[in-house]
């Protein structure tokens, strides 16, 4: 069963510090999505692609923050100067849409804390 | 503005004892209502989706309903591992893709 995996699973990074997420979806699955959860709240959606291209990003993405998906595979995520209020799960999750219909798969997150 | 409030935030059970959990959306459309299920320290796993008013979908000890309004997740006969984070989230209508919009989750404790 190869799901929607994430890599790392954890990470510590010090406040200034660049990180660096990468997701690898569902292999038929033609769409992609960031989310990020805190604690007590439900996931809030960051930005999404299909199959390459970037179709939409939240107002929550700061320029800080940057995705890519080349060719339509893996997606990264990358975190430059991290702040204190960076810390969350980020989570990726994959769907195949038919027919106006889809259902997403989500990865294990990776937990980033910034200390 | 789409909004999902569930409730309640927290729920104890004694096992065997059901209940119900409540999703109220407010979105200008209804695509999608999704159910799904978080353990601690993981992702959220897909429990079920329901596309229009009065549609049922059960699994096992899960049964969720959908009206114009809101969604219920019943459970019956809960069991421990049934203990976890239920989230709600709705797809509204709109030209293009529309990223689900979650809810904040009730926490369920189911105790032996």
């Known amino acids: 069963d190869t799901g929607v995996s994430q890599d790392p699973r954890h990470k510590i990074t010090k406040r200034g510090q660049n990180v660096t997420f990468r997701c690898d979806p569902i292999s038929e699955h033609n769409r992609l999505y960031w989310y990020r959860q805190t604690l007590g709240q439900g996931p809030e959606f960051l930005t999404y692609f299909q199959n390459e291209a970037q179709l939409e990003k939240s107002r929550l993405l700061s320029d800080r923050f940057s995705a890519e998906r080349p060719k339509g595979s893996f997606s990264t995520l990358e975190i430059q100067r991290t702040e204190q209020g960076d810390s969350a799960m980020y989570l990726c999750a994959s769907s195949l849409q038919r027919q106006g219909r889809e259902k997403l798969f989500f990865g294990s997150g990776t937990q980033l804390s910034v200390l | 503005e789409d909004q999902v409030t569930q409730s309640p935030e927290a729920l104890r059970l004694q096992e065997g004892e059901s209940s119900s959990l409540n999703c109220s959306y407010t979105v200008s459309g209804l695509r999608g209502l999704f159910w799904y299920r978080q353990d601690p320290g993981k992702g959220p796993e897909f429990l079920f989706t329901l596309y229009s008013a009065g549609e049922e979908k059960e699994k096992e000890r899960l049964k969720a309903t959908l009206t114009k309004k809101e969604s219920f997740l019943h459970i019956t006969a809960p069991k421990p591992e049934d203990s976890a984070t239920y989230l709600c989230?709705?797809?509204?209508?709109?030209?293009?893709?529309?990223?689900?919009?979650f809810g904040k989750g009730t926490r369920l404790s189911v105790i032996a």
């Open positions: 989230a709705v797809q509204p209508r709109r030209s293009g893709n529309t990223p689900l919009v």
